[in-house]
């Protein structure tokens, strides 16, 4: 299930934001923060005012903190782990407590226990058989299922009231984070001065509101350009498996490609069946489109666990519902509304297009390599600024791979990366303010890859490059990591020194994985 541990849109790696784009007298401005609900959080906001878009930043965040002080399965102190706590008793509970239990009472049936707040001891049972490099046994897993198929409380709506009936491990996954982001979204919205909202929250959307019109003109819905994941290539300047363009809708990705159990040299998904104890397998993505948060994140774990032919007909039982399933098999199925959601990419400019290379020579992606960069962010707070590149001997930039920011007047702070030929280059031709839908990422950890062509397209020669690794924070400190690599067709790995910024980055050249 989706863990919500505080609790997947990851932030693009090209994510290019050449000033936000003016609306009227309205502007749009981007907030991003590590370690919220346990991944990333960007907040995109139309707002009259630069002052009104940090308010609703906090009136979101507030929000936020509020209700995972209720809902936390990973918080003592949270009410549900005291109502867990208690046994046998009536316990008068909160309006979000009572309606994500009796949420869940609904999804359960719905999908005939695919979705339960008990697979959390199916989860604890692989966790533990994991740490001893092993798979659970047959009776382990009996045990845990026939533990998860009792019931584990009983709602009375008259008095609000939640009795606590099992001690089987329970956990509030699946769709709490899309049921806390829609009332997050709901209290940006409220500040006065903001008309439109965005927010990601580890590879979750929810897209609200509208953009105002010029005088004596109306408005119109938010567009927000969403890129989905290829759960094949997950890295942040990956290419993505979808392009699509949404507004006041939800969607929701799940996937057990970025978590899970490596046992043996295999890779098992963290999303459960609770049915059987099984990790799942048969999907590897599901991305779920809706007009609710909770349907979306509640119906895009439930695909994983499902075969297709039930999410079929689950969807077509929930309003406004559309998915995209990816299979083992690398298949795609998809609902026949999906469609509608599609866009076809903007064609590069002719002098933007890349050009074939006539070389002869080897190149880099000749020798059938690929460079891997994982980031991992030392603040839990607002994002560093980051620029992540490759330069040649001559010591010349042959490809940007990631650059991060959020306020062009502090773009210079990136000394190393800044050039104004070379930001205005990034820009043209390229999609920079899509959002990104995905699985669910551990809070600061950002993975890129180098196919081996520079910022034109064309493979680089074998031979000696640095890899560039630059963050400033805005008031704070400013860093920088550097790390030659000869690209010789043999695999190596680096793990360079952490700082105050970014507290490690590793290094793994290595055969390109398809």
Known sequence: MKTFAFLSVAVSASLLLIGAPTVGRERVRTFQRENVLGSSFELKVSAASADAASRAETAA???????GAILSSWSADSEFSRWFRSRGHAVAVSPELF???????TWRTRTGGALDAAAEAVSRAWKFAASEGRTPGTEELESVVAAVRQPH???????????????TPLALNSFVKSYIMDHAI????RTPGVTAAVLNIGGDLVIRGALPGVKGTAGSLWTEAVNVADPRSDAENSAPLERLLVSDRAVATSGGYRRGFDIAGHHYSHIVDPRSGQATSHVLSATVIAPRPVDAGALATAACVLTPEETRRLAAATPGAD??????EGGRIASPGWRRYEAVRPALTAAAKPEPSPSPAPQFADEGMELSITLQLAHNGKRPYVAVWIENMDKFPVRTLALWYQKPRWLPDLRNWYREDRMRAKAEGNDITASVASATRPPGKYSLNWDGKDQAGKPVKPGKYTVNIEAAREHGTYQI???EVEFDGKPKQFQLTGNQEISSANIDYRKAAH
Not at 153 to 167: F, I, M, V, Y
Request: hydrophobic share 50%; charged share 30%; proline share 2%.
């Open 99 to 105: 309606e994500v239990l009796s949420t869940f009472d």
């Open 61 to 67: 965040l507030g929000e936020i903190e509020r209700e």
């Open 153 to 167: 409380w009983k709602l009375d709506p008259a008095a609000r009231t939640a009795t606590h009936l099992s001690d």
């Open 186 to 189: 709901d209290a940006a919205l």
């Open 481 to 483: 990591m550097r790390q």
């Open 323 to 328: 998915f995209l399933l990816i299979t083992a």
